[in-house]
């Protein structure tokens, strides 16, 4: 199953950006013109007190100088786990593209208005969702997701629907900021982006 890059492209210092925020946009706007199925996905990695990792996908709902910002229930295993380790790794793996964006940082709770002003963009059913998924429990079966959702669908009939107190968004705040292209040989292309202790960002280029 291996398979050499193709050249694609290469990532020099005198061809970066001047920060991550418009290299990622560089990046982000390039990936969707590519057609790429989903490009806001991304996997989350994170580690309860107990140091044991876990990840999933999901998606990327915002972004700007101050961070990533993602959406889920704050009682899901992710939530509990940031709860008792708030560190994450965001990956976007844009492998058709032979690129990933590989992020390291501190992760926040975003306001109480982001986050009602999010779940308000949401499609009625994900809102209706929100509601019903106990998210990460383990459940006797599908009906008692279906239950959960008539569940909601009775408690607020057609009426709006508030955003769950359990339920909000989380923002990563980069430390670092990795940039990964994709060479032959396996001699890759990795910039990263460092925050230093003073709020300033080094550039350093990382053996593939």
Partial sequence: MRRDYTERGELLESNLATSWTRQFEAWFADAAAFG??????????TAGADGRPSARTVLLKGYDERGFTFFTNYESRKGSELAAN????????????QRQVIVTGAVERVSRAETEEYFASRPRGSQLGAWASPQSRVLPGRAAV?????AAEERFGDGPVPAPPHWGGLRVVPETVEFWQGRSNRLHDRLRFR?????SWNLERLAP
């Fill in 36 to 45: 790429l199925p989903e490009p806001n996905a991304m996997i989350v990695a």
């Fill in 86 to 97: 708030p560190y994450a790794s965001l990956v976007f793996p844009w492998f058709a593209m």
């Fill in 146 to 150: 279906e239950a959960g959702l008539a």
């Fill in 195 to 199: 925050r230093t202790g003073n709020g």
